[in-house]
């Protein structure tokens, strides 16, 4: 079996397919936890006879080191542990930072995945979790750059935490009302006017320069950004997982 493991900021998710050949995203059985709930993977694992596996990891160091040990202690059989890196060139990527390993792997991972699903589209491919991340995909795979805003709960955490009298908002409960009439409702407004407003200029730009663009939106706060944008967009649930499952499709990984 496939194993793909995304380690976020705060999150690891993971996802398993009967080999590299099933169909983009059609898993068998996907799952997540929280850091501090790695080892509930263990368990889940055992049994499943891996042979490969393919991990992002932006979380460090120490959360790799837990993970590459609980993977190798998973079964007896060993298997194929990749951790994947940004590179010049993967999965129909064309990487254009001026020093390509230093892009997030997360970012990288989640333009291959777009661009395999929806090929010979220009895109905007926005991930909104603990921080957001905005990046620019030509049609034919360049990724032209990118921008990174603090994600909608961190941005409305730090107002509370910066400012005496305002109150720490809940993510759960974020809406929008552009002209509210509570603090509550103006500090998660003013949020995602902000996660808004960076997201439709990286699309009004990429317009300008190539034509008609898709935004492709993933993460835990794709759901609350993405009703109030007015360009073309799309959800895509674990995008970087699916970006991961088509480098492992990819003959030259």
């Not at 194993?3 to 996907?30: F, H, I, P, Y």
């Not at 590459?68 to 590179?87: D, G, I, N, T």
């Not at 010049?88 to 990527?93: M, R, S, T």
């Amino acid at each position: 079996m496939l194993l793909l493991v995304d380690v976020g900021n705060t999150m690891l998710k993971w996802a398993l397919a009967e080999n590299a050949e099933a169909a983009l995203g059609q898993w068998q059985e996907r799952g997540a936890a929280a850091h501090k709930d790695i080892e509930h993977l263990r368990d889940v694992l055992r049994g499943r006879n891996i042979s490969r596996a393919i991990v992002s990891n932006v979380a460090g160091k120490a959360i790799r080191e837990r993970l590459q040990h609980l993977l190798r202690a998973v079964q007896a059989k060993p298997f194929e542990l990749e951790w994947f890196a940004s590179v010049e060139a993967l999965g129909g990527i064309r990487n254009s930072y001026r020093n390509p390993a230093q892009l997030g792997c997360d970012r990288f991972a989640a333009m291959v995945g777009a661009h395999a699903l929806f090929p010979k589209e220009n895109l905007i491919v926005t991930c909104c979790g603990t921080a957001t991340t905005v990046d620019a995909v030509s049609a034919d795979g360049l990724f032209i750059g990118g921008m990174i805003l603090p994600g909608l709960g961190l941005m409305a955490s730090s107002l509370a935490r910066s400012t005496a009298h305002l109150p720490q908002v809940a993510q759960h409960s974020l809406s929008f009302n552009p002209f509210a009439s509570s603090t509550n409702d103006a500090i998660t407004s003013g949020c995602i006017a902000a996660q808004i407003g960076g997201i439709e200029h990286a699309v009004g730009l990429h317009a300008k320069r190539s034509g008609q663009v898709l935004c492709v939106l993933s993460g835990g706060a794709a759901k609350a950004i993405a009703p109030h944008l007015s360009v073309s967009h799309q959800i895509v649930d674990n995008l970087v997982l699916i970006g991961l499952h088509a480098v492992a499709m990819t003959p030259s990984s």
